[in-house]
């Protein structure tokens, strides 16, 4: 069974840096699609960012030149290395894996950005 597990939020100033990480269980993930997705109360779920199987990365206008998409094969983990962070980044941050046409989602790890 598949399983995709995020960690690393918290509470941070803003300025400050975080980095998430999401590890998956059950199954490879170098070869997938993955991404981070998130929400804040009241809006919609949102894409950050997204790595492709081969490497490639995407990131949402808001984030770039602040965030890093990364992952470790060995690990079986992708991280989210989040810099200069915002007040309007604070939300539920997600991991999905897009598997054979299935996605597996994280519960999620909350993201603050407070002073």
């Known amino acids: 069974q598949v399983q995709v597990v995020e960690s690393g939020g918290g509470l941070v100033q803003p300025g400050g840096s975080l980095r998430l990480s999401c590890v998956t269980f059950g199954s490879t993930n170098i070869l997938y699609p993955m991404g981070w997705y998130r929400q804040a109360p009241g809006k919609q779920r949102e894409r950050v960012a997204g790595?492709?199987?081969?490497?490639?990365?995407d990131y949402v206008d808001s984030v770039k030149g602040r965030f890093t998409i990364s992952r470790d094969g060995a690990k079986n983990t992708m991280y989210l290395q989040m810099n200069s962070l915002k007040p309007e980044d604070t939300a539920i941050y997600y991991c999905k894996m897009r598997k054979m046409g299935v996605d597996y989602w994280g519960q999620g790890t909350q993201v603050t950005v407070s002073s």
């Open positions: 790595i492709s199987g081969g490497g490639i990365t």
